[in-house]
DNA sequence: TCTGATTTGTCCGTATGTATG
DNA sequence: TCATACATACGGACAAATCAG
C-alpha cells in the first residue's frame, strides 16, 4: 500500500501530520518529484502547500534526514542524498 | 574525483555558486588555463563565462587568496602564485 | 596633459532560505 | 504565528588606479 504522493495532510487522522507529511515526501521522492542532489521544495514552500506550521514541516524534514533520505545544507536548502547502489551520474 | 574545470554553475546545488566557482577556478589553474605569474581572467569576464554576480565572483576569488593560491594586485588583475616548492624562475 | 577603457575596491538595497526564539 | 539573525546571491552605482593612445 503505497502512499500517495499527492495527498493532503488530514489533521483528523490518526498519524500525525509531521509523520503524514514525512510519508508524503518521501513518496513524491520516490516518484521522482526532485532527483538525487537536487534540492526539494523549500520550507516556506512547504508551509504554503501543505498549510502546516514551519515547526511541523521541519519535524517532518528530520525524518527524512534520520532516515538518511535527504540531507540539509545551512543556508541552502534540503537536498536529496544520492542511491547507495544506484547509477552513477 | 577531481572537479571539472569546464563545468558551469549549478545554482541548485548543495554547494553555493561562490564555492562552485572557487572550485572550478581552481582546476583551471590546475589544468595550466593560467601559469603562474600570470594573471587570471578579470572579474568582469567571470561575470559574463559563469553567468553570475560580481560579488558571487570576487567571493569565490577571496576563497583562493586565503588559500594562498592567488593574488590580488589593485587595479591590475588576479594572479596566480609561483608553486611553494617547485622549480625557480 | 588629456581622454577613454579596463580593473579592482567599496558601498548600497533587495531577495531568498535556514536557524533560533 | 511572528520576529530576529545570519549567510548567500543578485544588481546597481560610484570611486580609484592603471594603462594605452
Same mark, same amino acid.
Not at 490518526?14 to 510519508?23: I, V
Not at 518521501?26 to 520516490?30: G, K, L, S, V, Y
Given at each position: 500500500m503505497a502512499i500517495d504522493p499527492d495527498?493532503?495532510?488530514d489533521h483528523g487522522a490518526?498519524?500525525?501530520?509531521?509523520?503524514? /507529511? =514525512?510519508?508524503i515526501l518521501?513518496?513524491?521522492?520516490?516518484r521522482g518529484d526532485w532527483a538525487p542532489?537536487?534540492?526539494i521544495a523549500s520550507e516556506t514552500q512547504l508551509v504554503q502547500q501543505y498549510? /502546516? =506550521?514551519r515547526s511541523t514541516v521541519r519535524r517532518a524534514i528530520a525524518v527524512l534526514v534520520e532516515s538518511g533520505e535527504v540531507f540539509t545544507v545551512p543556508q541552502r536548502g534540503t537536498y536529496v542524498?544520492?542511491?547507495p547502489s544506484s547509477e552513477a551520474i
Open positions: 495527498a493532503e495532510i490518526p498519524l500525525t501530520p509531521y509523520r503524514q /507529511l =514525512a510519508e518521501r513518496a513524491r521522492i520516490r542532489g537536487r534540492a498549510g /502546516l =506550521a542524498a544520492e542511491k
